[in-house]
């Protein structure tokens, strides 16, 4: 038999909550305007904008890095309960 999960802290699951809904809704922005772009004025994805690529190539590989780094910032700002303890023990230790 497995032992159960500890319990989570609310605290830390809000914080994380948040900042992932900001990543989320920012990308989705981005991805938005990607759309509208191709749907509304597809004439402007064609418009050559770095190295020869056109403004599609570019904006759709913008969008992998960005997802990337979102992901990677994500990781970084998140917290864990050990971390957030830890923090806690260093202020009540001054």
């Keep these: 038999m497995t032992n159960p999960s500890p319990p989570r802290d609310p605290e830390v699951q809000a914080y994380n909550l948040r900042v992932g809904l900001i990543l989320f809704f920012v990308y989705s922005l981005l991805y938005v ?9 597809p004439s402007i994805m064609e418009t050559i904008v770095l190295a ?26 998140c917290r864990t309960e050990s971390s957030v303890s830890a923090s806690q023990s260093e202020v009540s230790d001054e």
């Design 33 to 41: 305007g990607f759309v509208l772009l191709n749907a509304i004025k």
């Design 52 to 77: 020869g690529l056109n403004l599609a190539i570019v904006y759709g590989f913008g969008l992998i890095l960005a997802a990337i780094v979102m992901a990677l910032l994500y990781g970084f700002l």
